[in-house]
Every structure is written in structure tokens, then in C-alpha cells.
């Protein structure tokens, strides 16, 4: 199997923040939503949300837009985000446990069922809920939880050593929060993320900003 | 002053992840670097690497690459990374916290100086050696402090009232982590963080992967 790269990939990006607005305006009473509508609260062009809500399998009526709650679950559908996926996460530090107590997540179906630490303060205890087991215990942890997808949130110098213990013991999707490309079998989806590139957008367009005012 | 679009997004986006690459390959001994290395790590073709690097002002040499100090020296400088950028951040939750604590912003010059929160406990306390002020104060102390960026990890229902105060202080770029999309005048720079997207990427990367083998 090769790896394969998802050709739509800017339009999913874009899903979380149309269902965030279509779900707000839903809530204020409406039963159709034009995409008009979502693409001036996301300063986006009328015919870029239309195609982007149409990989989800939806089609609006023409004059009346999209009926609400069909379009909120054709998107969750389509994201999978009606169903709850358990996951692990590894390095209980500041991140780690952000990510577990982040209301965004869990009400995407994301639950982190076991967390994995090598500090022995931290083993035992329970983080936003959730227990805290040893790393050295993780491979035959993982395998009883029969669990598929992993956060992983260790520092840079750990994170292909945690990697390839969690492929051995059958994960088959990281969310990799650290800055290391990790190598991993062809199967294995990985999806990097990488907050310090939201910065460096920032900076340059502030550095931007201030040569126009300069000029 | 209308809003521009920073054309170059995309390779702004990938310089950080070249710029760990690069330091890793530097502290190894190298003295020159070569795109065709930087892209093998990373997954990319190197006319991609190197056409990302030329936005920052250097040239490779035929052969030899680029110099590995001069290299990583243009991109920190482009990125405005060589500085030190003061900011103050809005919601000291646990997402808050986390980024408070994140040691790849500090090694990146962002310094948060000071952070607000409704919450009684925790004003007056320190979270990660930053002081925690009351947000009835916010507008008088970010104009005392001179500070222009801010980073918004408040509730979503808290988003737009805080960014409203955030500009009236002076404000002109804020990192918004919240969900919503912020009415700001245009000369703010506001970046948005989606956190959700990239699970959203993740989960239909591992729905494409079961469809694969069902088929």
C-alpha cells in the first residue's frame, strides 16, 4: 500500500469552521442556510463553500440554501465526527494535558482513553479524567485497549523511540504534536501538527504591515 | 488599508519545519546543506524546498547547498524569529496554560508578559512565571505595557468581547485559538488556529484507508 494524499484536504480543513457557524445559525432559529450566508461569516468566496460542502455528499436547493440539520450531519458524517474514536495519548506535559481537558475534541468524538508518562509523579494519577499509566507498560497496554489511534505529545528527543512503540503495539494513526517527521510504515497515518508554523504566518504579516506603513 | 493576502502562505507555513531539519543537520557537524536532504526528510521535492528557501533571501550553491548558519540565520531573521516579540494572552484555561508554557514559542522570541482571566483564583497567581491579571483591567494594563500581540484562548461565547477590548487597547495582531471568526478592523492581523482541523484530516485519512481495504 502507498501512501496516499488526500486531494481535497484545504476543503476538510475548512469543515470545522463551516459546521462551527452553520451550527450557531441553526441555533438561532433558521431551517435553511444559503452558502452565501457561511461564506460572508468566513470571508470566503459563495462558490468555494458550495464546493467544499458538496465532497460531504450534500446538494443546496437553489434560493433556499441547505436545510440546517441535514447539512450538520451530513458534515459530521462525513468527518466522522458522529461516532466516538478512543485514543491514547503519550507525554502527559503542558500540551498533552490541554489537549485532554479541550472541550473542542471530546465533542468530536474524540476520547482519550489512557495517558502515558514516564515521570513517577504523574503515573497513577488522573489527568482531565483520564489515568495515567507507565510508558513502559505501554505496548501491552495499547494492545488490551485494542486501541487505534494515539496523541502524541512527548518532547522532540522521545518522539520516534514513543513512534515505534505504538506501531508495534497496533496504532495505525498518530496525531503527532511534536516537531519530528516520524518514520513509519506506509499503513500508519500520520498527521503533523505544527503550531509554531500559525506564528510564523503572524510574524510575517506583521512584518508586512509595518513596511507598507514605512513605505 | 485593506486586508492582504500573504501570496506565500503555504511556504511560510513549511519554514519552521525546515528550520528543525536544518538545525538538526547543523548540530551534527555539517557545514553545508543541501535542499535535496532537506526535502528527503520531509517528504517534499526539493524544487519545492528550494523555492520556499529563495523567499527568505538565499541562494544555494551548485553541489554544495547552502550554508547550514547562514541558512538557518535568513529563515529565523524572515520569520522575525531573531526578536524578541512581547504579547499579552486572553483565558488562562487549559489550553492557555499550555501555550504559556510551550517551549518552542519561547525559543521563537514570543514572550507573553502578562495574562488575563475572570476567574478570582487565579488572578494574582503566576502560570509559568507569568502573572495573571483581572480582565476588568485588560484595556489600561496591555496600554501600559505597549504590548501589540495578543493570544486569545477565552471561551468561544467570550471571543468577539474580548477582541473588541484587545483593539480598543491598541492591539494590532492577535493569535485567536477560539472558534470564532473575529469582526476586527482591517489593520488587525488576525491569525486563526483550528486545532480541529487537523483531526478533522485524520479522520477522513483513516475512513479513505478502511474504504481501501473493504474494497
New interface residues.
Given amino acids: ?1 502507498t501512501k ?1 494524499k ?1 486531494s ?2 484545504p476543503s ?6 463551516y459546521l ?2 452553520i451550527k450557531q445559525i441553526e441555533k438561532e432559529g433558521s431551517e435553511y442556510i444559503s452558502g452565501t450566508v457561511i461564506a460572508g ?3 470566503l468566496e459563495p462558490i468555494q463553500v458550495r464546493k467544499d460542502l458538496a465532497i460531504t455528499g450534500i446538494t443546496g436547493k437553489p434560493k433556499k440554501g441547505y436545510p440546517a440539520k441535514a447539512l450538520i450531519t451530513s458534515i459530521e458524517r ?4 458522529d461516532e466516538v ?1 478512543e485514543a491514547v495519548l503519550v507525554g502527559v ?3 498533552g ?3 485532554m ?2 472541550p ?2 471530546r465533542s ?1 468524538g ?1 476520547k482519550v482513553v489512557a495517558a502515558f508518562d514516564v515521570n513517577p509523579e504523574k503515573i497513577g494519577s488522573f489527568v ?1 479524567g483520564v489515568q495515567v499509566y507507565p510508558v513502559d507498560n505501554m505496548d501491552s497496554t495499547i494492545k488490551s485497549l485494542a486501541v ?2 494515539a496523541l502524541l505529545t512527548v518532547p ?1 528527543a522521545e518522539a520516534q523511540k514513543s513512534a515505534d512503540i505504538l506501531v508495534r503495539a497496533g496504532i ?2 498518530v ?1 503527532n504534536f511534536t ?1 519530528v ?1 516520524l518514520k513509519v510504515p506506509d ?1 500508519v ?1 500520520v ?19 509595518k513596511n ?1 506603513k514605512s513605505e
Fill in positions: 500500500m496516499k488526500i481535497a484536504a476538510v480543513r475548512r469543515l470545522p469552521s462551527h457557524v461569516e468566513l470571508n462525513f468527518l466522522g465526527w474514536q506535559g503542558n500540551l494535558s490541554a489537549l481537558g479541550y473542542e475534541l468530536h474524540l482531565h487505534k489511534l522532540n495505525t494513526a496525531w516537531k517527521k499503513e497515518i498527521e503533523k501538527e505544527d503550531i509554531s508554523s500559525g506564528y510564523a504566518i503572524l510574524r510575517v504579516m506583521q512584518q508586512a504591515r507598507e
